[in-house]
C-alpha cells in the first residue's frame, strides 16, 4: 500500500466534522467565478457559433468520510496575485466566489487537495487552505519550476505549501500509462496526463464513470467513461451535472 493511500485511509478515523462526510462516493461542481469570450462568434463545427462563458470550477469530491478538492478555481487573493506578477494586463473574469467561502457557509471541510493542473486559474485557491497537504504529481512540480507567467503565477506559491507528491504505482488505467487509485477500490483513480496535467476517473457503484482533465476539469475527452462529465469547464454545458450544492450521487 502507497504512502498516499496509508494517508487517505487514516483519514477515514477522523471524528467530529468528518462524520458529516458521505460514505458513499458523491461530486460537485463549484463554480468560482466566470470568464466571458472577447469574440463575437467563432468557426466551429462548420458553422460560426457563439463561443461559450468560461467557468473558473472545482470539483468537490467526498468518498469514504474524505472530502477532497481537485483544483481550486479561483481563490480569495486572485487580485493580488495577478497584481503582483503583472498589474498591467485586464482581468477578464467576472466576480469571485471562493470555493472556501463557500463551503464554510455550509460548514463544510476539506481535508486534501489534488493539484490536478499548476496554471494560474486552476490553483488560485491553494492560498486559501495553507493548512492542509497539497497532493501533486512530480511532473507539475518540475512545471512549476520550469514555466513563467502567465501560465504560472509565482504569487500564487508565495505561502508553505504543504506538498505531498503522488506515486503513480497502480500501472496502465483505461487506456492512461500511469494511473494511483487512491482508495485501492477502483472508485477514485488518477491518471497522469501530459504537460503536467493530471487526469481523474469517478466510478460509482452502479456502474458510471466520470473523467475530468485537471486543466479543463471536464472537457469532452473521457477515455472509456460509460459517462463523461461533457465540457464542464464550460457554463452551458454544466446543465446536465449542475453545480455545487448539486450533488451528483
Known amino acids: 500500500m502507497s504512502m498516499l493511500r496509508i494517508v487517505l485511509c487514516a483519514l477515514l478515523g477522523l471524528g467530529g ?5 458521505a460514505e ?3 461530486f460537485s461542481l463549484v463554480r468560482t467565478a ?7 462568434y467563432a468557426w466551429r463545427n462548420g458553422g460560426w457559433q457563439q463561443p ?26 486572485i487580485d493580488a496575485q495577478w497584481d503582483a506578477v ?4 485586464t482581468k477578464r473574469y467576472g466576480q469571485v466566489r471562493a470555493v472556501r467561502d463557500q463551503l464554510e457557509r ?9 493539484l490536478g493542473c499548476p496554471r494560474w486559474d486552476h490553483a488560485s485557491g491553494l492560498a486559501d487552505y495553507p493548512e492542509l497537504p497539497v497532493l501533486a504529481s512530480p511532473d507539475s512540480l518540475h512545471y ?12 500564487q506559491f508565495g505561502h508553505q505549501v504543504n506538498w505531498q507528491p503522488l506515486q503513480f504505482d497502480g500501472g496502465p488505467y483505461q487506456g492512461y500509462a500511469r494511473s494511483a487509485d487512491l482508495f485501492g477500490d477502483g472508485r477514485v483513480v488518477l491518471v497522469a496526463l501530459d504537460k503536467a496535467v493530471l487526469g481523474l476517473f469517478l466510478s460509482f457503484a452502479d456502474g458510471r464513470r466520470f473523467f475530468f482533465r485537471g486543466d479543463a476539469l471536464g472537457q469532452p475527452a473521457a477515455r472509456n467513461a460509460t459517462s463523461a462529465s461533457a465540457g464542464a469547464h ?7 451535472l449542475g453545480v455545487y450544492p448539486q450533488w451528483v450521487k
Not at 17 to 21: D, E, F, G, K, P
Request: aromatic content about 4%; hydrophobic content about 45%.
Open 52 to 77: 461559450l462563458p468560461v467557468d473558473h470550477v472545482a470539483l468537490l469530491i467526498e468518498y469514504r468520510g474524505v472530502r477532497l478538492l481537485f483544483g481550486t478555481g479561483l481563490g480569495r487573493q
Open 86 to 89: 503583472m498589474p498591467w494586463r
Open 144 to 155: 512549476l519550476q520550469a514555466a513563467t507567467p502567465p501560465a504560472v503565477l509565482p504569487s
Open 24 to 26: 458513499e462516493l458523491r
Open 234 to 240: 464550460h457554463a452551458r454545458l454544466q446543465a446536465g
Open 106 to 114: 455550509d460548514g463544510l471541510h476539506i481535508d486534501r487537495i489534488l
Open 34 to 40: 466566470q470568464t466571458e469570450s472577447q469574440a463575437d
Open 17 to 21: 466534522a468528518a462524520l458529516a462526510v
